[in-house]
């Protein structure tokens, strides 16, 4: 499969994840009474910021940028070599920390912070991805 269409795929998989995030119309007390729909949406955050980490991962091997030492790198070493913009990608970077509280103190999710991040982050999903686009558009 050719790179940009590997970075594609990874986009629609991010963005579905991101349209059900959307979808979900619940407050702070839903979410921490509603262990499914809880459930599903910390499920969909963590793909959806893999899925950006991954595509992140892939354009730093290609173009042979620094290697990350931390998921949080990724985004700030696409900003600092222009793929990203350096402010966007700062804000973005703390999708990788919520990620790790996700995937290793999943018994500590704050509930206010989940909400947070649903109400108010979806959007930098898709700021992402048009800037990856861009950047496929200019590399392809």
Not at 22 to 31: M, P
Request: charged share 30%; aromatic share 12%; glycine share 4%.
């Amino acid at each position: 499969m050719h790179y940009g269409d590997r970075i594609q795929r990874k986009l629609d998989f991010m963005q579905k994840c991101v349209s059900y995030l959307g979808s979900v119309d619940a407050d702070s007390s839903e979410l921490e009474d509603n262990y499914e729909l809880r459930s599903a949406v910390e499920r969909n955050f963590q793909l959806a910021i893999e899925s950006a980490i991954d595509i992140g991962e892939m354009i730093i091997s290609r173009e042979g940028f620094e290697r990350p030492e931390i998921y949080r790198s990724v985004f700030l070493i696409l900003g600092r070599n222009g793929i990203i913009p350096e402010d966007f990608a700062k804000e973005f970077a703390q999708a990788a920390g919520f990620r790790n509280v996700l995937v290793h103190m999943y018994e500590e999710v704050n509930i206010d912070i989940l909400h947070m991040f649903l109400t108010e982050r979806l959007e930098d999903f898709d700021e992402f991805a048009k800037y990856i686009a861009q950047y496929l558009n200019r590399n392809s």
